[in-house]
């Protein structure tokens, strides 16, 4: 049985994890981490008691040094689902992956890593003669814009030009003609899981390419599905092409 850490336990993706990995034949919860404490949750990675064979982090960039310390540490690969890390961040993580298994992604759901990769066929594709314009909703506690997801969706597009495409976040005013640009739209209401829309805008005619996140049990069963793939792996940095690719 694989053994799992969840680095922020009393979340709402911490929640739906434990409640996953209940009954599953392959994994289990070996403890939590989160500041809040409570029954097998410790408040910091230092207080952890034995080891745990993968950790799955959906709680915060504040957290990240002391994760990526003791994963290597301790030689115990880590899951990475937070989004909103800084440049700085993420050149933390690149650093640990050269020392132990990590495992980032903005969205662990297979419809949007699927989605991805229409959207960059449709870029291929349509080429200059369509604009770009991304489109992503989410709950109101969400604090970082534009998504992850968002981003990892412009990536995709943005591939498929020589050189990319500059992202614009949003227009106000009077902001001239559009450029060759990636438009990034963010809406924060409610308790909408996430949304995504792609449109490709050319002449006359419109191609929309959306997903919608119903629950974040998709997101739980995917971070499980890549912590069981990731445990007993080399030092390196994965990502779900990795594991959809096998």
């Known amino acids: 049985m694989i053994k799992i850490a969840i680095c922020g336990a ?3 993706m911490g929640a739906n994890i434990s409640e996953l990995l209940n009954g599953d034949g392959e994994a289990l919860y070996f403890c939590g981490i989160d500041p809040r404490g409570g029954d097998k949750v410790y408040k910091a990675f ?16 504040a957290v990240l040094s002391d994760e990526l310390e003791y994963a290597v540490k301790n030689n115990v690969p880590a899951v990475i689902g937070s989004t909103g890390f800084t440049p700085a961040q993420l050149e933390e993580i690149n650093a640990a992956a050269k020392k132990v298994a990590i495992f980032r992604t903005a969205n662990f759901s297979l419809g949007v890593n699927l989605l991805c990769q229409l959207v960059k066929r449709a870029a291929e594709t349509l080429g200059e003669k369509f604009d770009i314009e991304i489109i992503e909703k989410h709950h109101n506690q969400k604090v970082d814009a534009p998504s992850g997801t968002a981003l990892m969706l412009a990536d995709s597009a943005s591939s498929a030009f020589d050189g990319g495409k500059e992202y614009m976040n949003g227009r106000e005013g009077i902001c001239g003609k559009r450029g060759k640009e990636i438009g990034m739209h963010a809406v924060r209401g409610g308790t909408i899981v996430g949304e995504h829309e792609v449109l490709f805008c050319g002449e006359d005619e419109i191609i929309t390419l959306s997903h919608s996140a119903r629950s974040k049990k998709v997101f739980a069963a995917g971070a499980i599905k ?17 594991l959809l690719n096998g």
């Open 226 to 242: 890549a912590a069981k793939w990731l445990a007993g792996k080399p030092a390196g940095l994965y990502n779900m092409t990795d």
């Open 46 to 61: 230092n207080e952890i008691e034995g080891k745990p064979d993968v950790i799955i982090d959906f709680s915060s960039p």
């Open 10 to 12: 009393c979340g709402k």
